[in-house]
């Protein structure tokens, strides 16, 4: 038995060799049920892990010509957007 401790925000970290037996990756959903004093975890669903490369593709811009990072400016596109405040 491994023992952990409990963060502020009531946060626990798996251990390792728990987490790859079980599969639990990031994104993992986990069922907790209380019996007495006894804490069960249950993996509820499993998420496939993934890479950013798989998204590669997804978002095509159809304006012609090419688009660059640069041509984003937040601060330009929130000054020019109206002042919902009023």
Known sequence: MRT????DKGQVVIPVEIRRRLGITPGCQL????EGHVIHAEV???VAQTNA??????L???RPGKRHLA????A???R???DDRA
């Open 80 to 82: 020019d957007a109206e």
């Open 60 to 62: 095509v811009c159809k």
């Open 4 to 7: 952990v401790t409990v963060s």
């Open 44 to 46: 509820k669903r499993q």
């Open 31 to 34: 069922d907790f049920s209380l």
């Open 71 to 74: 041509d984003f400016d937040v």
């Open 53 to 58: 490369e798989d998204g590669f593709g997804m």
């Open 76 to 78: 330009l596109a929130m």
